[in-house]
């Protein structure tokens, strides 16, 4: 919690002097800025997702879900091995 105390306390200083017009803390305040919004899109496109796909996933008309991988024999070989000579 320190940390992260310490972090808004420098971002929030690079404001400031942004607000000042010292021109290299208004480019770092807004690459801090733009990373902050899309880490937040990302976020939030990702909990629409997840809630559609939750929703939407409990109307499945197949009920009985299976691995792909849990069959007895090998997979079907797409181009059939051949014997060394």
Partial sequence: MLTVTTACAVFFFLVMLATQGRHWAIGVSVAVGGLILTM???????????????????????????????????????????EPE
């Fill in 40 to 82: 937040l899109l990302h976020v939030s496109v990702f909990g629409i997702a997840w809630l559609i796909a939750s929703i939407l996933g409990g109307m499945s008309n197949n009920p009985e879900r299976k691995s792909p991988f849990a069959s007895a024999g090998p997979p079907e070989q797409i181009i059939p091995p051949t």
